[in-house]
């Protein structure tokens, strides 16, 4: 009874580290300094009040429930906080005596490897199978260290002590592990809520303004063009004239930009050659790319969707425009098209400056550009909008300094699918 007592205590404290890990967190992004920072005091603390408060069972046998934030570090931060857990318990151990300590120290390394190894998948599996794989491997790490302290130690290791530290630690590993999966969870949720909200006041501020504004708009660039035309007016005031006529239409696209975010979804959508479309975008956008000394090298293939044309040509163009222009000294953009069973795929990278992980978790936000004073914050807002209205989905992979590939997806046409 006290030993699980003792082992019940460790698993509060676990728990308490990881409320308070979630409290401080909840208004950050996962790849943000602040973050991993927290996660790594978080870890610390709960590793080590873990090991340096162990419970000695009868016949020396101390046991202690390390693994279970260590499973948790492995798996959701990042690989300096990983490596310094390993560090941490093994002078942790050779801290509280040498005796049987390569046994110990052995066993963290194999289980580090092998939770790596789950890391590759584990990322993309549901709920249910992430708490299956964390309570599989707290069982098989929990029976190697009882078969092994048994085995080599000939340590008494009774039914009882088996029970209690196999039970404890594989239920305190369901428990965190469930509980931090419907933490990101609701954070995910409240994420999404607050993006919708951002979108729901711009699509009302859009609809309210866009109409009154386009109008006067119109007219005045009517005027200034008849102007322009004029003999008698000299070709240095025409130079001004271009230029007013040029910012109206800076000004004109800003508008289409807000008109097509701020309307709802057409009905009428239509069914779509993905290649001839893509082709149609590159025709538009080559001189661009030739100006700013960019190769845009394709592979398509043949295959239809359904969707609106000229939404779907807006949606190509803003994102390859701004592959364009994050180029600023010219590279390669590529394009890539592939289908499956069900949807079809097209990739668009470039080699341009990419974002941080902070800048790609608010892409698509009203207002949010990363282009400084020459950005609205309009084009990739309603590229999510037209790709939601699709019912398609966006995926952005970037890196500082290498570049970003936007993977869109959407759902074959009914007689397109296997």
């Not at 390569?102 to 289980?111: D, G, H, L, R, S």
């Not at 070709?235 to 239409?249: G, R, S, V």
Request: charged letters at 20%; aromatic letters at 8%.
């Amino acid at each position: 009874m006290e030993s699980t007592s003792h082992l019940l205590v460790n698993l509060l404290v676990i728990l308490v580290g990881l409320l308070l890990l979630q409290s401080r967190i909840s208004h950050l992004q996962p790849e943000q300094t602040h973050t991993k920072i927290i996660m790594f005091i978080c870890l610390t603390f709960t590793i080590s009040f873990c090991m340096l408060f162990p419970f000695k069972f009868a016949g020396g046998i101390i046991f202690d429930l390390r693994l279970v934030p260590f499973v948790l570090g492995c798996l959701y931060a990042g690989r300096v906080t990983r490596i310094w857990m390993v560090i941490l318990i093994i002078v942790l151990r050779l801290t509280n005596g040498t005796e049987h300590a390569w046994f110990a120290i052995m066993n963290i390394i194999i289980f580090y490897f092998v939770i790596i190894k789950c890391r590759i998948v584990y990322d993309e599996c549901s709920k249910l199978w992430k708490n299956v794989i964390t309570t599989s491997l707290m069982i098989f790490m929990s029976v190697w260290t009882l078969a092994g302290v048994k085995l080599l130690f000939d340590l008494p290791v009774t039914l009882p002590i088996s029970i209690s530290y196999i039970g404890i630690q594989t239920g305190g590993m369901f428990i965190v592990g469930y509980m931090v999966e419907s933490i990101r969870e609701q954070q995910m949720v409240f994420r999404r809520l607050v993006r919708m909200e951002k979108m729901e006041v711009a699509s009302h501020l859009a609809a309210s303004i866009s109409h009154e504004i386009r109008n006067p708009l119109t007219s005045t660039r009517g005027f200034l063009q008849l102007l322009s035309e004029s003999k008698e007016i000299p070709n240095h005031i025409k130079d001004y004239i271009t230029i007013a006529t040029n910012e109206l239409d800076h000004a004109e696209g800003i508008i289409r930009d807000y008109l097509t975010f701020a309307k709802p979804s057409p009905e009428n959508f239509e069914s779509l050659m993905v290649q001839t479309e893509i082709e149609k975008a590159l025709r538009i956008i080559d001189p661009l790319a030739k100006m700013n000394h960019v190769e845009i090298v394709s592979n398509l293939c043949t295959c239809s969707i359904k969707g609106n044309p000229g939404m779907f040509q807006q949606v190509l163009i803003n994102i390859i425009k701004n592959g364009i222009e994050a180029m600023q000294s010219g590279g390669t953009l590529t394009i890539r098209c592939h289908k499956d069973k069900l949807n079809v795929n097209i990739t668009i990278s470039d080699e341009g400056v990419g974002m941080t992980a902070q800048q790609k978790s608010r892409l698509g936000e009203p207002y949010f550009t990363t282009k400084g004073a020459k950005g609205t914050g309009l084009g990739m807002m309603v590229v999510f909008r037209i790709v939601e209205s699709m019912n398609g989905k966006i995926q952005i992979d970037s890196k500082q300094g290498i570049g970003t590939s936007i993977k869109l997806q959407f759902p074959l046409s009914a007689d397109e699918k296997c």
